[in-house]
């Protein structure tokens, strides 16, 4: 199957964390109203650190999953 890649800020959003899972979830779910296959990492991820007392701001640990979601998109939403 082929997406997009939603990317969205996360650990600098202005208003915090819950937030921008919010806010991404949001966009994610007008995207696929409209059709737009599109995965959001904040949407999978943010509840997963939530439920594990994962570091939310670890970047490394992320961005190591990220891109390999990242690869196989078709592009990157921002």
Known sequence: MSYWYLASPYTRHPDG????????????????????????????SHPIAEAGHIDHRDHDTWMAWDE????PAIGMIQ
């Open 17 to 44: 964390l819950e937030a921008a899972a919010r806010q991404a979830a949001d966009e994610a779910g007008r995207l696929l109203a409209a059709g737009v296959p599109v995965l959001s990492p904040i949407v999978y």
């Open 68 to 71: 390999r979601l990242m690869e």
